[in-house]
């Protein structure tokens, strides 16, 4: 099960740049001075990024604790 621990440590470093380049827009259009209509509508664009981010983070991890419970 030695793949699934590694996969799954794969998926879930995909998932953690993914919330790093979330982080990274939010703070540039924040550094940005834009107003607060065009800050709100900027962090919307980032949001499904930030979600699905988090969603494979969350399976990378579900895949490692499964090839542990498993291995």
């Known amino acids: ?3 699934l621990i590694w ?3 794969l998926v879930s ?3 953690l740049a993914g ?3 979330s982080i990274v827009k939010v703070a540039k259009a924040r550094k ?3 107003s607060d209509e065009d800050l709100r509508a900027a962090v919307q664009k980032v949001v499904p ?3 699905g981010s988090l969603f494979l983070s969350v ?3 579900m895949m490692v604790i499964l090839g542990i419970f498993l291995g």
């Open 1 to 3: 099960m030695d793949w």
């Open 7 to 9: 996969g799954g440590a």
């Open 13 to 15: 470093l995909l998932g």
């Open 19 to 21: 919330l790093i380049l």
């Open 32 to 34: 940005a001075g834009l």
């Open 49 to 51: 990024l930030n979600m």
């Open 59 to 61: 399976i990378g991890l």
